[in-house]
């Protein structure tokens, strides 16, 4: 048998143009519930000439007359009644489907799954997340803070539906959008030398001196080799610690371990208090983007939108 047989409707167009929208059919139904096609209008919010227009392009598109009208109201023809028994079950499906949807996205919107770099994490999150929370009290989200790598493994796991990074770019595999910008300052405890100096750090001096820095694959540590590998300096020397939050970092810096390198955002207090100070650097560029970032292809939809458009800070 040819594709062309059988009456399976090939070769006719798609069905779409074949069967009348779900408001005509909607219509019909109203107009055969109260045997008035301007009262079938009023129910639906339309104007009668709409309806009857309406009316007039679905008897056209099935090619049979579906409704009788005189100064008594409108009665539906045979035709018509058999076009609104089917109608009726159309209907019926399409309220099935939509209760089907609103079920598969109250799923959906009762959780969060965000992933997030440290400093964004203890920093930034916790501000969008009760802002969060007052839009959407019946979301549950959960939260995972590890490194820029960690978050991109996450969401491409499928273990997080939107996450936050610090680095130099979007990771491989993801879609993303600035959502603010950060420096990274070089300080010290009030004892260290470098305090004491006159004269900025040279890049040299930083690439060549032992820091208390974070791991690599940490969106701090991809800024801070960037910006010293590209100046020539032949990138960092051996860490004096290396730590794995931005928190411990800081703890240790504080105690005058030695100094560190770490995110404007997690030592504003410290610097009030001059618990740490600033170092100048020279012809060091370490400005970064923080982003929001989700598997490609996939923006965030629901409680993860939202979020999103909280964080539009910068």
Do not use: C
């Not at 991809?222 to 703890?251: C, F, H, I, M, R």
Request: hydrophobic fraction near 45%; aromatic fraction near 2%; glycine fraction near 12%.
């Amino acid at each position: 048998m040819s594709d062309g047989d059988g009456g399976s409707g090939a070769g006719r167009g798609p069905l779409a143009h074949r069967v009348p929208d779900l408001g005509a059919l909607e219509l019909l139904l109203a107009v055969a519930r109260h045997g008035s096609l301007g009262r079938a209008a009023r129910e639906l919010g339309i104007t009668q000439p709409a309806a009857s227009s309406r009316i007039r392009a679905m008897e056209r598109q099935l090619g049979v007359g579906l409704v009788d009208r005189s100064p008594r109201g409108s009665r539906l023809t045979d035709a018509g009644a058999l076009v609104t028994d089917w109608a009726r079950r159309v209907v019926e499906a399409a309220e099935a489907f939509d209760a089907g949807a609103q079920a598969l996205r109250g799923r959906r919107d009762s959780r969060l799954r965000v992933a997030a770099s440290m400093t964004i994490a203890e920093y930034l999150l916790p501000g969008w997340l009760i802002a969060l929370r007052a839009q959407r009290p019946d979301t549950a989200v959960s939260l995972q803070a590890g490194n820029s790598a960690e978050v991109a493994r996450r969401l491409l796991d499928g273990e997080a539906e939107l996450g936050f990074v610090e680095g130099l770019a979007v990771p491989e595999g993801l879609d993303g959008v600035v959502v603010g910008h950060d420096r990274l300052l070089v300080v010290a405890a009030p004892g260290h030398a470098w305090v004491r100096r006159r004269t900025p750090l040279t890049a040299a001096e930083l690439a060549g001196a032992p820091l208390i820095l974070r791991e690599r694959g940490s969106g701090t540590r991809q800024v801070l080799d960037a910006a010293l590998t590209d100046g020539g300096n032949g990138g960092l020397a051996e860490p004096l610690l290396e730590l794995a939050s931005t928190t411990a970092v800081k703890a240790a810096a504080v105690s005058g371990a030695g100094p560190a390198v770490l995110s404007e955002l997690a030592v504003t207090e410290e610097l009030a208090a001059r618990r740490l100070v600033a170092v100048p650097v020279e012809r060091v560029r370490l400005a970064r983007a923080l982003r929001a970032v989700w598997p490609r292809g996939r923006r965030p939809a629901g409680p993860g939108r939202d979020l999103l458009s909280l964080t539009r800070w910068g």
